[in-house]
């Protein structure tokens, strides 16, 4: 069965405290593994798509990587406004739930100056 | 639109009452997904359309949920005969791909209340 678990579940750091947040994953063959953003009260925001082990995103203070079973979001120096909920997705590429994005339970940030 | 809208953004009703929510995805997106997300829980998927029809709806948790989607645009999901734990935040999304790796845009979610 295909699953993403995500850890650890609550993160709190002091502004500029650099650290990593995990998602482990299993599936039918990647076709992708998705990060997004969650704020409270809003629906999740599109950060980064992955494809392949090895392969490495940034944007801004977060980078993404990926290995064969998992990926790392990596956030350097972080601010306040980077206080979310980030969650982690994956898609198969294979089987009868081709167009299905598995979520974790995503890994609750909170930045405090 | 610009977004995915879904309305309405918070309903409160009462336990038996029917409810429907509704899903306005972005236009030309031909894929349209519906996920629940309940306290301290991950996004749980319901059912995807690949324009009007629903190639995989094995998420639903129940035969009172069902959803359709007309026009290959609007889609609703009805929940039939509600009960407490249908209470959760029903996320919209919408994609331009559905065999490819899919980047899905979010509405920002009904709340249900059920009482």
């Known amino acids: 069965e295909d699953q993403v678990t995500q850890s650890p579940e609550a993160l709190r750091l002091q502004e500029g405290e650099s650290s990593s947040l995990n998602c482990s994953y299993t599936v039918s063959g990647l076709r992708g593994l998705f990060w997004y953003r969650q704020d409270p009260g809003k629906g999740p925001e599109f950060l980064f798509t992955?494809?392949?082990a090895g392969e490495e995103k940034e944007k801004e203070r977060l980078k993404a990587t990926l290995t064969k079973k998992e990926s790392f979001l990596h956030i350097t120096a972080p601010k306040p406004e980077d206080s979310a909920t980030y969650l982690c997705?994956?898609?198969?590429?294979?089987?009868?739930?081709?167009?299905?994005?598995?979520f974790g339970r995503g890994t609750q940030l909170t930045v405090w100056p | 639109g610009a977004g995915v809208s879904q309305s309405p953004s918070n309903k409160v009703t009462e336990k038996g009452k029917d409810v429907e929510l509704r899903c306005d995805p972005i236009s030309g997106h031909t894929a349209l997904y519906w996920y629940r997300q309940s306290l301290g829980q991950g996004l749980e998927f319901l059912i995807y359309f690949q324009g009007n029809s629903a190639p995989d709806k094995s998420g639903l948790p129940s035969d009172r949920f069902s959803a359709e989607r007309t026009g290959g645009s609007v889609s609703t999901l009805t929940i039939q005969r509600t009960q407490q734990e249908d209470s959760a935040v029903y996320l919209c999304?919408?994609?331009?791909?559905?065999?490819?790796?899919?980047?899905?845009?979010f509405g920002a979610g009904s709340r249900l209340t059920v009482l």
């Open positions: 999304a919408s994609s331009n791909r559905y065999a490819g790796a899919n980047v899905l845009t």
């Open positions: 992955l494809y392949s």
């Open positions: 997705a994956v898609q198969a590429a294979r089987g009868s739930t081709l167009g299905r994005l598995y």
